[in-house]
Each structure stands twice: as structure tokens, then as C-alpha cells.
């Protein structure tokens, strides 16, 4: 039986009792996320994200470090990319795994660890909680949403007047037999 909303009155029996069983009926199976793995790699992903911030930062200022200053003088961005991207990362495979179950709180404890390590480099306990709760909101939000900012595949609902749409506007030439 599916678990109960507290909100909602207990559901009895099965509810496909009176419905042809469906595919999506079926258990999920949980399969373990390599947390090591994969926060390694949204690491050096986020890092080079912050090398292009640090190159960028370097250009737009004046200085006499040459390019050197993308390490020299920036290069803290890019460690704080690399520690916000480890940071999410291990955090909702990590959290993933212990639940076994791949849901928008994975996403909403990485993004609070994310959001975390930004207050910790404003040096402010209060934006380090604040934006905590932003980031975990905001991506929480997101993947529950079906982690698309696009929605679902509009194009992929079967409408009437699309199709009429689509057949007016690629009229295909009429052959001798039809104008005959």
C-alpha cells in the first residue's frame, strides 16, 4: 500500500482495484549513486566554470599581473566554484543514498549545502543560513517541477489544431493526377 498523505484521508485497498494495472504501478528500483564519483567530476566541472569567472574578472580589471592574475588574483573563485559544486554534489548523492529514493529533497539538501558554503565566504552566519534556504528552495522547486525549465515536451501532446497548422503550412504540391 502506498504510503499516506497526513493531509489526506487514508487511502483502502489497492487503487488500481477497479483500473487495468499500470506500468507505472510498479516498485521503483533504487539504484546506489557513485557519491565519490560523481562529486569528483561536478568538481572539476564547477572548477573550470570558476577558471572562465576568474578569466573574465581578470580581463575586466586593471592590474599588472598579466595573465597570470586569473591565479594569482581571482584564483579564489575558482576554489569557491569547485567547493560549492563538490558541496551540492556529494550532498544529494550522498543523501540519495541513505534515503534510497530519488526525490526533490536530494536536491534541496545539496542546494542548502551549496548555499551554505556562499555564506561561509561572506564570513556571515545569518547569509550562510539565509541562502541555505534559498538555494535549497530554489532547486528543490526545480526538481520537483520535473527538473526542466521548459516544463514538459508540449510538442510531444497529440493536438488537432497543430496538426492542421503543420498540414496548411507544408501543402505538399499537388501531383497530375489529383488536379486531373
Same mark, same amino acid.
Given at each position: ?18 483500473? *487495468?494495472? @499500470?506500468?507505472?504501478?510498479? #516498485? ?13 567530476? +561536478?568538481?572539476?566541472? @564547477? #572548477? %573550470? ?6 578569466? +573574465? ?8 599581473? %598579466?595573465?597570470?592574475? +586569473? &591565479?594569482? =588574483?581571482?584564483?579564489? !573563485?575558482?576554489? $569557491? $566554484? #569547485? ?6 554534489? $556529494?550532498?544529494? @548523492?550522498? &543523501? ?7 526525490? #526533490? ?18 564570513? @556571515?552566519?545569518?547569509? /550562510?543560513? %539565509? ?13 520537483? /517541477? ?12 497529440? =493536438?488537432?489544431? =497543430? ?11 499537388? !501531383?497530375?493526377?489529383?488536379? *486531373?
Amino acid at each position: 500500500m502506498a504510503p499516506s498523505n497526513p493531509l489526506l484521508p487514508p487511502l483502502t485497498g489497492r487503487p488500481s482495484a477497479f483500473i *487495468a494495472n @499500470s506500468p507505472l504501478e510498479q #516498485a521503483h528500483l533504487y539504484h546506489q549513486h557513485p557519491t565519490i564519483q560523481v562529486a569528483a567530476r +561536478v568538481t572539476l566541472q @564547477s #572548477a %573550470g566554470v570558476g577558471l572562465l569567472v576568474s578569466a +573574465v574578472q581578470n580581463a575586466l580589471d586593471k592590474h599588472d599581473r %598579466g595573465a597570470m592574475g +586569473v &591565479v594569482t =588574483r581571482t584564483g579564489g !573563485t575558482i576554489g $569557491f $566554484f #569547485a567547493a560549492m559544486g563538490f558541496a551540492f554534489s $556529494f550532498t544529494q @548523492s550522498f &543523501v540519495a543514498n541513505t534515503r534510497e529514493t530519488d526525490d #526533490a529533497l536530494n536536491g534541496a539538501a545539496g542546494g542548502c549545502a551549496a548555499g551554505f558554503v556562499a555564506g561561509v565566504r561572506a564570513r @556571515s552566519l545569518p547569509i /550562510a543560513f %539565509g541562502a541555505c534556504a534559498g538555494m535549497a528552495t530554489l532547486i528543490g522547486t526545480f526538481e520537483a /517541477a520535473g527538473s526542466a525549465l521548459t516544463g514538459t515536451d508540449r510538442l510531444a501532446t497529440p =493536438r488537432p489544431e =497543430r496538426e492542421e497548422r503543420r498540414l496548411r503550412f507544408f501543402k505538399q504540391p499537388k !501531383t497530375e493526377e489529383e488536379t *486531373a
